[in-house]
């Protein structure tokens, strides 16, 4: 048995936390680990041994012992206990921390907090560099931000992230140039360093791994500008600034660049800093299809969406082990505005860029309105269609009864119009029961900075009453969209003086 103590305790004080009993479902099994657990205020893992041999012929926890103890003078690291090879494998014990502070397991933050907690990475990481600088062999960590706590520590060493003059110490796939290169840029690389901390920031957010609270839609470029005034020198920042313009260069060879994800993510978010959005409520068989495909029809500009078509694609980026509608019902109840965040991104992906317009719908849920309009202000827009009752029914019925235009869908001679009453009450309650008939009474407050329900201001929802012919439908959907477009063009005007 080999092992390096760090605190007062011994081999078999260590050796007795290991058992099998102690072993918990704490996780999931990782590359570098197979099986985790802890014990009163320890916690210990069991490393990959197969992969350690695989990746590295040297002689590891003498590895893990001197990485230790230069990256703890430099920064901030969770307290090992002790490291242990025995017949078993190899353990890594060290101090419990306070999960409730880990960028996981879908625990919320203040942006301010996630600010603290990046400067003062970005300090580690040029701790690092000035090392590096000095020093015949170069010091690194793993810089994702799900490796620290919010308050700063970096708990997760393994494997060390040393390199030394004349010793392949990387923990890479020898026969693999890609992961050599790409594993290296990200841990050792003043620029790979700091870009991997900011991709896995927004990782974290569409992965839905925490929560960020007030989070300004500017974020990345805010990130950006802290990581270029954080560059230790003026050629790091030129190479910065080059990067972020032209790309990189031969990024075919770097699969899942950071400089790269980086550089999509702004494109998307430009994207949708150049369309408005149009949500469309309204109570069942008021005419919400027939006015959404006119307009869609009539005018380019206009993509349509629908909401249910976007939240499963949301649902596959989080990863979650719950079912869709479990996913969304706790999703729904543990943070609204994040929710609704996650929805908006995933729109910014799919959208086209020559659309300057975005139909979704239909929205039922009026606390999602007003979360809507936190998130995207006055781009946002609420379009209400209603119709009488009666002519609901009796539109609906004459629909049913008729051959679709397009062929697809023949005509049903047995619904009659007490089937269709029925059918029509049915859908409004399930559309009420989540807040729909509210949708018209939302007013915004006076300071135009929020949207209310019945509130004094003026009225955010614009309600179409579809009571009379198609043609006068439509001419009311003319006169609501057109104004739209003029003011959009005109922005564009601006934008490219």
């Keep these: 048995m080999k092992s390096y103590i760090y605190d007062n305790y011994s081999n078999e004080e260590l050796e007795k936390i290991i058992t099998f009993d102690n072993y918990t479902d704490n996780g999931y099994p990782t590359s570098n680990c197979i099986a985790k657990g802890y014990l009163n205020d320890i916690f210990f893992k069991k490393l990959n041994l197969a992969k350690i041999y695989e990746l590295y012929k040297g002689d590891y926890l003498l ?5 230790y103890k230069i990256i703890n003078q430099l920064i901030k690291t969770n307290k090992i206990l002790g490291i242990i090879q025995n017949k078993e494998g190899i353990f ?4 419990l921390l306070d999960e409730t502070k880990f960028l996981d397991n879908g625990n919320s933050f203040e942006w301010i907090e996630i600010l603290s907690l990046f400067d003062k990475i970005l300090l580690d990481i040029n701790a690092c560099v000035r090392y590096n600088d000095i020093n015949e062999e170069k010091i690194g960590f ?5 490796n620290f706590t919010i308050d700063g520590v970096l708990f997760d060493l393994d494997p060390p992230k040393i390199l030394k003059i004349g010793t392949d110490t990387s923990f890479t796939r020898k026969d693999d140039y890609n992961h050599k290169k790409r594993t290296l840029y990200r841990s050792f690389d003043e620029i790979g360093m700091k870009f991997n901390l900011l991709v896995t920031l927004i990782l974290g957010e569409k992965h839905n791994s925490f929560i960020v609270k007030n989070q300004p839609n500017n974020y990345i470029e805010v990130l950006i500008k802290k990581i270029i005034k954080s560059a ?11 990067n972020l313009i032209n790309g990189i260069e031969q ?19 430009e994207k949708g800093d150049n369309k408005i959005f149009i949500f469309v409520a309204g109570t069942s068989e008021s005419g919400k299809s027939g006015g959404i495909n006119y307009l869609k029809d009539n005018y380019s500009e206009i993509q349509h969406i629908k909401i249910r078509d976007v939240f499963p694609k949301v649902y596959e980026d989080t990863f979650s082990n719950l079912s869709f509608e479990d996913w969304q019902n706790f999703e729904e109840s543990r943070n609204l505005n994040n929710f609704w965040k996650l929805f908006i991104n995933k729109v910014y992906e799919i959208a086209d860029d020559s659309k300057s317009i975005i139909i979704l719908d239909t929205m039922y849920g009026v606390e999602g309105m007003i ?10 827009n609420l379009l209400y269609i209603d119709a009488p009752f009666n002519e609901r029914v009796i539109r609906e019925y004459k629909r049913l009864r008729s051959d679709s235009i397009n062929g697809t869908r023949k005509a049903d001679l047995t619904v009659t119009i007490d089937d269709i009453i029925e059918r029509t009450i049915k859908k409004d309650k399930k559309k009420n029961k989540k807040g729909a ?23 955010f929802t614009t309600i179409i009453n579809n ?10 959907l003319d006169n609501y969209i057109k104004p739209k477009l003029t003011n959009l063009k005109e922005n564009v005007r601006k934008l490219k003086k």
């Design 63 to 67: 590895l893990f012992n001197e990485y």
């Design 467 to 476: 009571d009379s012919t198609l043609e006068n439908f439509h001419y009311m």
């Design 232 to 242: 230790t020198s003026n050629l790091i920042r030129k190479q910065i600034l080059q």
């Design 251 to 269: 990024k075919e060879n770097f699969i899942g660049h950071p400089i790269e994800i980086v550089r999509r993510e702004i494109m998307i978010k």
């Design 371 to 380: 979360e809507l309009y936190n998130i995207l202000g006055d781009k946002v």
């Design 92 to 95: 890594e014990f060290s101090k």
């Design 437 to 459: 008939y509210k949708l018209p009474l939302l007013t915004y407050s006076t300071d135009r900075q929020t949207i209310e329900i019945n509130g004094t201001g003026e009225q």
């Design 142 to 146: 793993e810089t994702a931000i799900w």
